[in-house]
């Protein structure tokens, strides 16, 4: 791993998952098209825990969240639900998303055939919705390309000064063969370059996005475990 990437830390995911205002509370989602983010993130490292509240939860609740979570015991069994999880869904209420963080191997084999990807042009046969001005906020973005056109990607989902989430995309007609976990290792690289921790982070139930993991012998370091529903 270059010097110059820092290590991560629960703090580095909540701030690069999320834009918090000057108290520390979640304004929004951290991407070129953001959204409001989650009521409460919770994110459990190994040895302590970081989170936030939405700036538009009341304070007198968001403080009641904050004593709970400070309370929060950290360690290594992601899976499970927080210990206060039923805690904070009787005051806050909403939908919980939940799912590992996982960090990079130092040592990442370089794959071959990958392409950088610039212009709007190489994105646009195989994946809709992208926009030219969202390329500068995704990069590094980086594809295998078949007859010109990518057809596996892998893109800044989030970025902040010091981290970068992977958000990762293959062509339907093209998946199972294993491009997903090549592209992801070549943005990781470039990710690097860049002087930004790589992360890669997914829920539970997403088995092909965990199986990518798998393959790239990626190592979980915490959990995200969010609530989502009223006031965002």
């Given at each position: ?8 830390t ?39 825990c ?45 939908k ?5 963080t ?131």
């Amino acid at each position: 791993m270059s010097a110059r990437t820092p290590s991560f830390t629960p703090e580095i995911e909540l701030q690069t998952l999320f834009v918090l205002n000057d108290d520390g509370r979640i304004r929004s989602t951290r991407e070129p098209n953001p959204n409001g983010g989650p009521i409460f993130s919770l994110i459990r490292g190994r040895t302590h825990c970081a989170w936030a509240v939405h700036a538009d939860v009341p304070e007198t609740l968001a403080r009641e969240v904050g004593d709970l979570a400070r309370a929060e015991p950290a360690g290594r069994d992601f899976e499970s639900a927080p210990k206060y999880a039923k805690d904070y869904l009787s005051l806050l209420g909403g939908k919980v998303d939940a799912g590992p963080t996982f960090i990079f191997p130092q040592v990442i084999p370089r794959p071959d055939g990958i392409v950088s990807i610039t212009h709007l042009a190489q994105l646009q046969h195989h994946f809709r919705g992208w926009t030219a001005d969202e390329i500068p906020e995704r990069s590094p973005i980086l594809a295998i390309v078949e007859d010109e056109r990518a057809i596996s990607v892998c893109f800044c989902a989030r970025r902040s000064a010091v981290a970068a989430e992977a958000g990762v995309e293959t062509a339907e007609r093209f998946r199972g063969r294993g491009l997903a976990a090549r592209v992801t290792a070549a943005w990781a690289l470039g990710v690097r370059t860049s002087g930004r921790l790589p992360v890669y982070s997914t829920s539970w139930s997403n088995e092909p996005s965990l199986a990518v993991a798998r393959t790239l012998g990626l190592e979980v370091c915490a959990s995200v475990w969010s609530l989502y529903g009223a006031y965002t």
